[in-house]
Each structure stands twice: as structure tokens, then as C-alpha cells.
């Protein structure tokens, strides 16, 4: 079956410590999205990839990183320069634009600084 | 700059009566799609309709329909014989399809509670 995995789904970090969210897809999608969502808010953009080796930040990307080394994986790290972590994390992916197809998402990951 | 707006926090509606969701939007690129997507309280992210710019024919898809009034740069979702399993937040989404290079950006979304 093909997806969008998120792996964990639930992440607990100690203040000070960086962190990576894994996301993979074997839709073979071009374009891939990193999102935070806090609760009763909206989806916050924090980085976006339509290719292999090239990224771009979002809305909200400073304390993360990330890669896109290979077309399938997109892993976001959270930074101990990150002052409050604790989120929903969303990945999605899509096809590139120009595009009418929508984004696919993950099941999430949900960080807890402890 | 690329902006989405729903201004309703939460609404209420009867079992069975339609309701309509407000979004607005700001682009510059004459070429963008907007989405509506379902988020349940299990969090994962349902995709219900996409509406393209250039699309003359309002989007349909079940008991989704999309009001899209280009010059007013709304796109509002109405749903249709409300049911309780539709209690949900809702969200609106743009992708400029040129523009910021396929940046997929979301409203704030709206609550919506179905009431028996």
C-alpha cells in the first residue's frame, strides 16, 4: 500500500536535546512538507521540499533542520534552539506543482519536552 | 503574499442541515489551488475537495460543495445533511502552483460540532 509513514508517534525530549522526526513516502512524490500544529491552532509551515537536495523554509523554521537527501525521506530535526517544541508535527507530500492533486499526510508525532 | 483566513472559530449545527465554512485568501499568482481538509480528533488529515483557479464549474464531491467566488477571493465549504460523524475541525488550504514554489499553506481552521 502506498503512504506517508511518521515515525514515532509520540516523542518525549529533555530540554537541551535535538531531536529528529522521521517521515518517509513511497508515493513517489516530489514535494514533501514539515507542519507543527499546537493545540486549537492552525497547520504552521516550517519547511517544504519539491525536490531532491533543495528545501526551503516555511512560516516557522527557526530551531529546525532538515534534509532531503533521498526523494522518499524528508526527517525534521528539532533543535535544542527551539524554545517550546512541544507540537504536533505533521509531514505531508504531494506531487509537484504544477499540480491539482492534493497533499497526502502522516499520521503526526507528538513531542513533549519534559 | 500568500495568506488564508477562516474567521470562525467554532460553529454549531443541527443534524441533517447544511452548513457553510468561510475561507478567504491572498495570492498574487493567477495559478493556485485551494483544498479543504478534515481533521478529527485522531489528528490525521482528510483531504475532502480541491477547487483550481481556473476552474469556471464549482467543486462537488458527496455532500461537499465548494463556493468559489474568484473576484471576492472566497472559497467556502458547504456541507450538506449535516451528520454527527462530521464534527471535526476543518481546515482551508492554497498551493500557488508558481509562485513560491508549490509553498502549501493553511487557515487557522474551524471547529465544527453537529448537534442530534
Known amino acids: 500500500d502506498g503512504g506517508i509513514t511518521q515515525s514515532p508517534k509520540y516523542l518525549f525530549r529533555k530540554e537541551g536535546q535535538n531531536v529528529t522526526l522521521s517521515c518517509e513516502q513511497n508515493?513517489?512524490?516530489?514535494?514533501m512538507y514539515w507542519y507543527r500544529q499546537d493545540p486549537g491552532q492552525g497547520l504552521r509551515l516550517i519547511y517544504y521540499?519539491?525536490?531532491?537536495?533543495?528545501?526551503q523554509k516555511g512560516d516557522i523554521a527557526e530551531g529546525y533542520s532538515v534534509s532531503r537527501e533521498k526523494k522518499e525521506s524528508f526527517p525534521l530535526t528539532v533543535t535544542s534552539a527551539q524554545k517550546n517544541p512541544t507540537a504536533f508535527y505533521l509531514c505531508?507530500?504531494?506531487?509537484?506543482?504544477?499540480?491539482?492533486?492534493?497533499?497526502?499526510f502522516g499520521q503526526g508525532t507528538r513531542l513533549t519536552v519534559v | 503574499a500568500q495568506k488564508i483566513t477562516q474567521t470562525q472559530p467554532g460553529m454549531f449545527v443541527q443534524e441533517k442541515e447544511a452548513v457553510t465554512l468561510d475561507c478567504t485568501y491572498d495570492?498574487?499568482?493567477?495559478?493556485?489551488?485551494l483544498f479543504w481538509y478534515k481533521q478529527p480528533s485522531s489528528g490525521e488529515m482528510i483531504f475532502l475537495i480541491y477547487?483550481?483557479?481556473?476552474?469556471?464549474q464549482n467543486a462537488t464531491e458527496g455532500r461537499y460543495s465548494l463556493n468559489f467566488q474568484k473576484a471576492r477571493k472566497s472559497a467556502n465549504l458547504v456541507i450538506s445533511a449535516s451528520q454527527l460523524g462530521d464534527s471535526a475541525m476543518y481546515f482551508c488550504?492554497?498551493?500557488?502552483?508558481?509562485?513560491?514554489?508549490?509553498?502549501?499553506?493553511f487557515g487557522q481552521g474551524t471547529e465544527l460540532s453537529v448537534k442530534p
Open positions: 505531508a507530500s504531494s506531487t509537484r506543482t504544477p499540480s491539482n492533486t492534493e497533499a497526502f
Open positions: 488550504a492554497m498551493r500557488e502552483l508558481y509562485n513560491q514554489g508549490g509553498k502549501l499553506i
Open positions: 521540499s519539491q525536490i531532491v537536495n533543495d528545501f
Open positions: 495570492t498574487s499568482d493567477q495559478s493556485y489551488g
Open positions: 477547487q483550481g483557479s481556473y476552474d469556471e
Open positions: 508515493l513517489n512524490h516530489d514535494a
